[in-house]
């Protein structure tokens, strides 16, 4: 059974820093790309970033480049997220999800439960 657990998430003032994690399980982690989305309050579903199988490439929406650093450790089966100069509007519960394929264009089947980040003074 597939698993992904995140975590990390919690209150942070603008310009501050928090870094997800997010454990797999369920399937062989270095054989797939990841990637994170998110929703804010009262909207949809927003792609953040993605991260090819082997970590040698990664990807973001144009609002999160240069500010979030996705990375991996497939030794650890863990997925990460390193946000930085966080706004009010970074506000959503971020999803861990799981990529088709080797290359974060290959559609999405499995996502966590979600955290919960709050940008907030």
């Known amino acids: 059974e597939v698993q992904l657990v995140e975590s990390g998430g919690g209150l942070v003032q603008p310009g501050g820093s928090l870094r997800l994690s997010c454990a797999a399980s369920?399937?062989?982690?270095?054989?797939?790309?990841m990637s994170w989305v998110r929703q804010a309050p009262g909207k949809g579903l927003e792609w953040v970033s993605g991260i090819s199988w082997i970590g040698d490439s990664t990807y973001y929406a144009d609002s999160m480049k240069g500010r979030f650093t996705v990375s991996r450790d497939n030794a650890k089966n863990t997925l990460y997220l390193q946000m930085n100069s966080l706004k009010s509007e970074d506000t959503a519960v971020y999803y861990c999800?799981?990529?088709?394929?080797?290359?974060?264009?290959?559609?999405?089947?499995?996502w966590g439960k979600g955290t919960l980040v709050t940008v907030s003074s």
């Open positions: 999800s799981k990529n088709q394929g080797a290359y974060y264009y290959y559609g999405m089947d499995y």
């Open positions: 369920g399937f062989t982690f270095d054989d797939y790309a």
